[in-house]
T-cell receptor
Framework: DTGVSQDPRHKITKRGQNVTFRCDPISEHNRLYWYRQTLGQGPEFLTYFQNEAQLEKSRLLSDRFSAERPKGSFSTLEIQRTEQGDSAMYLC????????????FGNGTRLTVT | GIQVEQSPPDLILQEGANSTLRCNFSDSVNNLQWFHQNPWGQLINLFYIPSGTKLNGRLSATTVATERYSLLYISSSQTTDSGVYFC???????????FGKGTLLTVNP
């Protein structure tokens, strides 16, 4: 068990560019979540996958955001035409199948849009 | 949506002191978890505790679901306990945790 892995750790991009983040969950976990955290706030839910199916999306996830989890393994989160308001820490978490299993978070990807 | 309020927002302790952090929530929940975010940003799951009491070393947590609050106790605090403590709850079956704003704990040597 190597924990949840996220890549990259930091990303600086110019407004209008597209960015993609990757998350590798704990291998036996079939549930995967994306959250976003801004300074001084708790994480906010973005989306949830069970295996490869995206079952829940927050209204925070505008049409510039897309998430995938092909084959139910790793996941990617893409932001198109980035805006300064997208600057935040993007956190990935995973959990096992059991009812209400605890979430395990990765170290996050810190995005700065200039 | 469900509201989560944590208190106090900030807490400064000397090493060795005990503390109690509180989490109030506005509706019935079927999932409550406590997390510690260290100064490097890593979020660590401390407890999954929708009801009852759990103990883990110097930490313990109690959730009184009928009264809509949870308490996190830290005993004999250490400098490594510093960071932000978050309470997060889920209502229903949408697997979406709602986090509070956290309690920033600073433990001084």
């Amino acid at each position: 068990d190597t924990g949840v892995s996220q890549d990259p750790r930091h990303k600086i991009t110019k407004r209008g560019q597209n960015v993609t983040f990757r998350c590798d969950p704990i291998s036996e976990h079939n549930r995967l979540y994306w959250y976003r955290q801004t300074l001084g706030q708790g994480p906010e839910f973005l989306t949830y996958f069970q295996n490869e199916a995206q079952l829940e999306k927050s209204r925070l996830l505008s049409d510039r955001f897309s998430a995938e989890r092909p084959k139910g393994s790793f996941s990617t989160l893409e932001i198109q035409r980035t805006e300064q308001g997208d600057s935040a820490m993007y956190l990935c978490a995973s959990s096992s199948q059991g009812a209400r299993s605890p979430l395990h978070f990765g170290n996050g990807t810190r995005l700065t849009v200039t | 949506g469900i509201q989560v309020e944590q208190s106090p927002p900030d807490l400064i302790l000397q090493e060795g002191a005990n503390s109690t952090l509180r989490c109030n929530f506005s509706d019935s929940v079927n999932n409550l978890q406590w997390f510690h975010q260290n100064p490097w940003g890593q979020l660590i799951n401390l407890f999954y505790i929708p009801s009852g009491t759990k103990l883990n070393g110097r930490l313990s947590a109690t959730t009184v679901a009928t009264e809509r609050y949870s308490l996190l106790y830290i005993s004999s605090s250490q400098t490594t306990d510093s960071g932000v403590y978050f309470c997060a709850v889920e209502r229903g079956s949408n697997y979406k945790l709602t986090f509070g704003k956290g309690t920033l704990l600073t433990v001084n040597p």
